[in-house]
């Protein structure tokens, strides 16, 4: 299962084809959930929608890798292999998103992983219970019907949440040298290596992790322009960066100045918010 090659742009398409694919994927068994759904197997849709999740989980680690400086990456390569074949480090990634999304979640780093940790647990469980008859220990049998229409609603609005959610990214994802161009850039900024580097210490990744939480929610709920979202960030200095890089092409490329204003202004201004479908946490297991 070759994924991290010495070579970094080698390793970058092979990410970002993955990701895309499991977008993809995800949606065929969103697909399947609200069919088995609509013929009331709970437990089978349930389980479905719970694959949604890791599919969805697996692209956020894919392109968490991408983000990466390519030496982190081969360093940490078996923590990454883990995690793509671990059900529940994939579901994580994907609670860990919608936490920082919802604001009802903690502003911690820590108390954010410990609740996701929870869901992407707990939903494994209940998937495993989905897809197959099991014993405890005690000799208690452990049924798929024990599934309810309820637990697969509130997966499905966080299935669904999730979705809106990587809409971008997914559509990013499909144009790959669009993609690998931006990597080049974003690679290049000293904004991006002054975190990279920060993250060997303890406190300092903490206070990115807080920064991150708090702009992404903005950012998610459209409530303010980027900008004003991203103040005081980590972030703030990087997009500096991008917008200087970008006005320098647009000029260099006879771009007029009243079109570069335009779409500098464009990015200025918060989008309508999206309806999105509220992100409960999961509902508990069931019992015994």
């Not at 994927?25 to 697909?31: D, G, K, N, W, Y």
């Not at 990454?80 to 919802?102: C, D, I, P, V």
Request: hydrophobic share 45%.
């Amino acid at each position: 299962m070759a994924m991290l090659f010495p070579d970094s742009e080698a390793t970058d398409r092979v990410l970002i084809e993955l990701a895309s694919e499991a977008h993809k994927h995800a949606r065929q068994h969103l697909i399947a959930a609200r069919a088995v759904l609509d013929a009331g197997v709970w437990s089978v849709a349930f389980a479905n929608a719970a694959l949604v999740l890791e599919e969805l989980g697996k692209a956020l680690i894919c392109t968490s890798a991408l983000i990466q400086p390519h030496e982190q990456r081969l360093a940490s390569e078996e923590f990454f292999r883990y995690a793509l074949n671990s059900h529940e480090a994939k579901a994580l990634y994907a609670f860990m998103t919608l936490g920082m999304a919802n604001e009802e979640m903690p502003e911690g780093l820590e108390e954010l992983f410990k609740l996701a940790l929870r869901d992407a647990r707990r939903t494994h469980k209940n998937k495993m219970r989905g897809f197959y008859t099991d014993t405890n220990a005690s000799g208690h049998v452990l049924k798929p019907s024990d599934i309810t229409e309820a637990q697969v609603h509130q997966l499905l609005q966080v299935v669904e949440a999730l979705m809106a959610l990587s809409v971008e990214s997914e559509e990013a994802l499909e144009d790959a040298e669009g993609y690998l161009q931006v990597l080049g850039r974003v690679r290049q900024s000293e904004a991006y290596q002054a975190a990279y580097a920060a993250m060997d210490d303890d406190d300092a990744l903490n206070e990115l992790g807080a920064q991150s939480i708090t702009a992404a929610r903005l950012i998610t709920r459209a409530e303010v322009p980027l900008p004003e979202a991203i103040k005081g960030t980590w972030m703030s200095p990087f997009l500096d960066e991008v917008i200087a890089d970008w006005k320098e092409r647009a000029t260099a490329a006879g771009m007029p100045e009243n079109l570069i204003a335009d779409e500098r202004a464009a990015v200025w201004t918060p989008a309508e918010p999206s309806e999105r479908p509220a992100l409960p946490t999961q509902p508990r297991s069931p019992t015994r």
